[in-house]
Antibody, heavy 121, light 110 residues
Framework: EVQLVESGGGLVKPGGSLRLSCAASGFSFSGYSMNWVRRAPGKGLEWLSSISGGSGYIYSADSVKGRFTISRDNAKNSLFLQMNSLRADDTAVYYC??????????????WGRGTLVTVSS | QTVVTQEPSFSVSPGGTVTLTCGLS?????????PSWYQQTPGQAPRTLIY???TRSSGVPDRFSGSILGNKAALTITGAQADDESDYYC??????????FGGGTKLTVL
């Protein structure tokens, strides 16, 4: 089955760190760029970061640059998000999502169910 | 900073037609932004509806359609059903691997 499964969420204190994981299955993981997207309570979807199949291209939203780092291990079909210096407004459900892109399209074609991160003292 | 705009909320009667829009704080949305649309109900993962302006994702019923209307991307739902009550997000590709979501539209079917 083609799927993405996130893990690693939980309760963390402000200023703390957390590492999220996303396990991919059912497709050729190394052939796809992957992303992290979040949705904070009462807010909309927010794209955070993307990484190309070979990790050669990494892009991040300004809101997380310098604090969050995306990475991947193609041998283990896994995507990661290292989150440092966490703040209360980082509280959200974090989704792993697969990019599908070509000459005339660029969109998310596969989503995980998400993992909840709560930043609170 | 580019802001992608959507109506915060919209209401439609069962069986009715509704068009949600996706604009830019500065400039016009064109097909070059590869507009895509996502549906999300509470507690669920987002579901991809439309990509590349007007291509339906696999399994999406044909009562969902995408287009460019004037200077905005648009998602039209024809024959709205109760389970269409969700949050809808558009997303635009800005180039350089960067995408931006709109703020989302909360659709009520009543």
């Amino acid at each position: 089955e083609v799927q993405l499964v996130e893990s690693g969420g939980g309760l963390v204190k402000p200023g703390g760190s957390l590492r999220l994981s996303c396990a991919a299955s059912g497709f050729s993981f190394s052939g796809y760029s992957m992303n992290w997207v979040r949705r904070a309570p009462g807010k909309g979807l927010e794209w955070l970061s993307s990484i190309s199949g070979g990790s050669g291209y990494i892009y991040s939203a300004d809101s997380v640059k310098g604090r969050f780092t995306i990475s991947r291990d193609n041998a283990k079909n896994s995507l990661f998000l290292q989150m440092n210096s966490l703040r209360a407004d980082d509280t959200a459900v974090y989704y792993c999502a697969r990019y599908s892109h070509g000459d005339h399209y660029w969109y998310f074609d596969l989503w995980g169910r998400g993992t909840l991160v709560t930043v609170s003292s | 900073q580019t802001v992608v705009t959507q109506e915060p909320s919209f209401s439609v009667s069962p069986g009715g037609t509704v068009t949600l829009t996706c604009g830019l704080s500065s400039g016009s949305v064109s097909t070059s932004y590869y507009p895509s649309w996502y549906q999300q109900t509470p507690g669920q993962a987002p579901r991809t509806l439309i990509y590349s302006t007007n291509t339906r994702s696999s399994g999406v019923p044909d009562r969902f359609s995408g287009s460019i209307l004037g200077n905005k991307a648009a998602l039209t739902i024809t024959g709205a059903q109760a389970d269409d009550e969700s949050d809808y997000y558009c997303m635009l590709y800005m180039g350089g691997g960067i995408v931006v979501f709109g703020g989302g539209t909360k659709l009520t079917v009543l």
